[in-house]
């Protein structure tokens, strides 16, 4: 019989995100990191506004009118900005730009599995160097290896750490490759690493809007890096890979900036507030930079939680990795579902 796949995709395990449940479930849904409250009104409002005209053409090919505002958000260049179809997108065109056999792909775990998807697409060579117990960075041993690519999730997923900028920095210095520094979560943190673009022509930032803007729906990711990086980029993305309505509603949601923060700064209250209610459980809590926790009951009892508030439409992420077995990552929710949640594993256990 023929084989239809490359051997590489007929060896790769498929990628499985979170569930996600038909549109109007009653589902109280905590397993992607999605924001629970809702877009900008501003960004609604743009989406109201869609001109049939701007649907009948083709879309403008960089996504020039986001690159704009986010340029004056982010106070660097448009030309160091490329969109794409969230930062998926983008992170797969780096693999495809820089990567193929023989190259190395390195990365601290557990992280983003993306990043081993994307390696294997490209049948690169996967090297995973766990961090320690306490989630140091193990610079040196990423320094040895010297990768085509290295990604760094900071804010971590699903440990919620943050990675010291000093670390980065000795990375982006002696790494010849490109440095990834994947910023998903950047919105709930304090620090950022935006700054190492402008000394470092092989580092690249990664932002989405799917999680401080509430868009995850639209699709909307960019990267920021020097336009020596981002001109191998351009040359292997889709022609029109944003289109016309994802750069309008984003342009509105990135240039209010006033929404974002407040929706942020809500989150991160009920963050505070969902740790000492797991923590009263005895629950070990990992410090979050993000918008969810990582979590380990006391009881060893992760899946059995996992499975018994699936069963009451309670959804979270049960990893079932080696290390993180008995961790549950749990997305923070409104006020309002959380307190579900508390009184729904209060019961189980
Ligand atoms: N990076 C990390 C670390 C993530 O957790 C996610 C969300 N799953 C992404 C990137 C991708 O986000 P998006 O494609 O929605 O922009």
């Not at 304090?190 to 401080?212: C, F, Q």
């Amino acid at each position: 019989m023929t084989n239809f796949f490359r051997a590489n995709v007929d060896a790769m395990a498929s990628y499985v995100p979170g569930e996600q449940p038909k549109r109007g479930s009653q589902v109280i849904k905590l397993n992607s990191n999605e924001n629970p409250y809702p877009p900008s009104p501003k960004a609604l409002a743009a989406l109201q506004n869609i001109d049939g005209e701007w649907l009948r053409r083709y879309p403008e090919p960089f996504g020039d009118q986001f690159r704009h505002a986010a340029s004056q958000v982010l106070k660097v260049p448009s030309d160091w900005i490329i969109v794409g179809n969230g930062s998926d997108e983008i992170l797969n065109v780096v693999m495809r730009a820089c990567t193929e056999p023989g190259r190395k792909v390195v990365y601290p775990t557990p992280t983003y599995v993306l990043y081993r998807t994307l390696t294997e697409m490209q049948a690169a060579d996967v090297v995973e160097i766990p961090y320690t117990q306490d989630y140091q960075l193990p610079v040196a041993e990423l320094i040895a290896v010297d990768g085509a690519v290295t990604f760094i999730a900071s804010p971590n997923s699903p440990s919620g750490h943050v990675v010291p900028s000093a670390d980065l920095e000795k990375l982006a210095s002696q790494l010849s490759g490109v440095l990834v520094i994947d910023e998903a979560y950047v919105d709930f943190a304090e620090a950022d690493a935006l700054a190492l673009v402008k000394d470092y022509e092989n580092v690249m930032i990664i932002r989405t809007l799917s999680k401080g803007y509430s868009l995850a729906g639209l699709r909307l990711g960019f990267g920021i890096a020097q336009p020596k990086l981002l001109q191998g980029l351009f040359k292997v993305k889709d022609s029109y890979n944003i289109d016309a309505i994802a750069c309008t509603v984003a342009t509105a949601a990135i240039t209010d900036q006033a929404y974002k923060n407040a929706c942020v700064a809500k989150i991160k209250a009920s963050r505070t507030q969902l740790t000492k209610e797991f923590q009263q459980l005895g629950f070990q809590v990992w410090e979050s930079h993000t918008n969810f926790l990582l979590v380990q009951p006391s009881q060893q009892n992760a899946a059995y939680l996992y499975q018994k508030l699936k069963e009451q439409q309670i959804l979270i992420r049960y990893f079932p990795h080696p290390g993180l077995l008995d961790k549950l990552r749990i997305t923070i929710g409104t006020d309002e579902q959380n307190q579900i949640l508390v009184n729904a594993i209060k019961a189980l256990l």
